[in-house]
């Protein structure tokens, strides 16, 4: 048999329920991996080997008791689990127990999985690289120099390293699609309002998304209806999702004559080039679209993000500055310069700017664009030490319209490096049309093999 670490979230689930592998070996597997792997990655915060397994036991004493029945995972470190150390990335909440568990986990918990561990994530979640002052930075399986993307670092690092089958993580400046595009995993940033984040630790209220990261878009859809759906705890919840019964050649994709074609790596411009025409030959239409001004539209996130991130903050930064890491601590002070003024005119445009999109887009179930303008920097020079500001920037230069506008995205493993660095795509879809995404990607991937493509295990 594939080593079990190495089967997709299906494949493990299958084989749990089929009795072809008991759940204690898939877990000992999963955690011996991640236990021999984690020093060179530093993609796992804690481990709960002892939990897990006991988990594991009781699952195979049990009959099936839902689709994930058996299979352990670990998420970021940002999903509350009942009396365990929920860390959100900080020394400020090394001995946060939070009493009860985030909605999503025990909406996996209904469907038969356990959390093996918690996962790396930038400080509170304000950061694209993987940096945190506190743990240390994540690292790139597929080189360890380079950075992970952030801020669902260990999500990324882990999935590809074959640690966890998949991974929850949210997405509110691109923290889903920006550790999938660098770690060459598939990520799905849910639409607005479809996945609750009651007992997800909060970073900006009107932009804050739960998504995944897993191997493909099959695991992706398999995984979505497990956590999405209305829930009383948080009121955003409740958002219209609609299924899609169309096959991918029924649909047509979009590209924009703008912004997300400017200044692009060599190989993330071929990588974009070769996913139009993989489309094309798929039969979906591909047609150029001329969008409304993203980086207004960008921007706007930037002004939400940073005054909503700095009121949360707001306590914690005047009783415990210096528990705060200086980059977490000074994006988080640059918050409270923003006039309230510019915070509720950001606000307020929101609407007729996706009004505006969805107009552009026409007859189009997509956007494709590239997820980051270059493959996964150094994690020396992405350093907020050694002024890179401006790299750090535009690591998320093409992330921040699709949560601005509250769409879903599907960051798709698309290519690689001359030096063997994962790239990727990202499909940009209408709101709570998650569904077709996953179409689009699924047949993607049934046409390549950018997603099969593993990391070289350390010797």
């Known amino acids: 048999m594939t080593d079990p670490a190495w089967l997709t979230l299906r494949e493990a689930a299958a084989a749990v329920r089929d009795r072809r592998l008991s759940s204690r070996e898939l877990t000992e597997a999963v955690l011996a991996r991640a236990r021999r792997l984690n020093p060179r990655l530093n993609a796992v915060i804690s481990f709960d080997d002892e939990d897990a397994l006991a988990a594991a036991d009781r699952a195979d004493a049990t009959a099936p008791s839902g689709p994930l029945h058996g299979v352990p995972l670990a998420h970021k470190d940002m999903f509350h689990r009942a009396g365990k150390v929920v860390t959100c990335g900080s020394a400020l909440r090394r001995g946060f127990r939070p009493p009860d568990a985030a909605h999503v986990l025990d909406r996996l918990a209904g469907a038969g999985a356990f959390p093996w561990g918690a996962l790396h994530m930038v400080e509170f979640a304000f950061g694209v690289t993987g940096h945190n002052a506190a743990f240390g930075p994540a690292r790139n399986p597929h080189d360890p120099s380079r950075i992970t993307g952030g801020s669902s670092s260990g999500s990324g690092a882990a999935v590809a390293a074959g640690l966890s089958f998949a991974s929850l993580g949210s997405d509110t400046g691109g923290s889903v699609r920006l550790p999938s595009h660098f770690c060459g995993v598939t990520g799905l940033k849910t639409s607005f309002g479809l996945v609750s984040r009651a007992g ?260």
């Open 200 to 459: 997800a630790m909060p970073l900006s209220a009107s932009l804050d998304t739960i998504g995944a990261l897993a191997r493909d878009a099959a695991d992706l859809r398999l995984l979505l209806p497990l956590i999405a759906g209305a829930d009383p705890r948080d009121p955003a919840t409740g958002a219209p999702w609609r299924k899609d019964a169309r096959a991918a050649k029924e649909m047509t994709i979009g590209v924009a004559d703008a912004f997300y074609v400017e200044d692009l790596h060599p190989a993330v411009a071929r990588a974009c080039d070769a996913a139009i025409e993989t489309f094309r030959a798929l039969g979906v239409r591909v047609r150029t679209v001329r969008l409304p001004d993203q980086r207004a539209f960008s921007a706007a996130a930037v002004t939400i993000l940073g005054s909503e991130a700095a009121a949360l903050h707001r306590n914690g930064l005047r009783d415990h500055a210096d528990l705060y890491g200086p980059q977490t601590r000074a994006r988080l002070l640059n918050g409270f310069a923003y006039p309230a003024a510019l915070y509720v005119d950001a606000l307020r445009a929101r609407g007729p700017g996706l009004a505006a999109q969805i107009e552009a887009m026409d007859a189009c179930d997509a956007i494709l664009a590239p997820t980051a303008p270059f493959p996964a920097p150094a994690i020396a020079e992405t350093d907020v030490a050694t002024g890179a500001e401006a790299l750090i920037a535009d690591v998320s230069r093409f992330m921040r319209p699709v949560n601005y506008l509250g769409l879903p995205a599907l960051a798709l493993p698309a290519g690689a490096s001359d030096a063997g660095l994962p790239v990727g795509v990202q499909l940009m879809g209408r709101p709570g049309r998650d569904d077709a995404l996953l179409t689009l990607g699924e047949a993607f991937q049934a046409a390549t093999d950018h997603h099969l493509r593993r990391p070289r295990d350390p010797t």
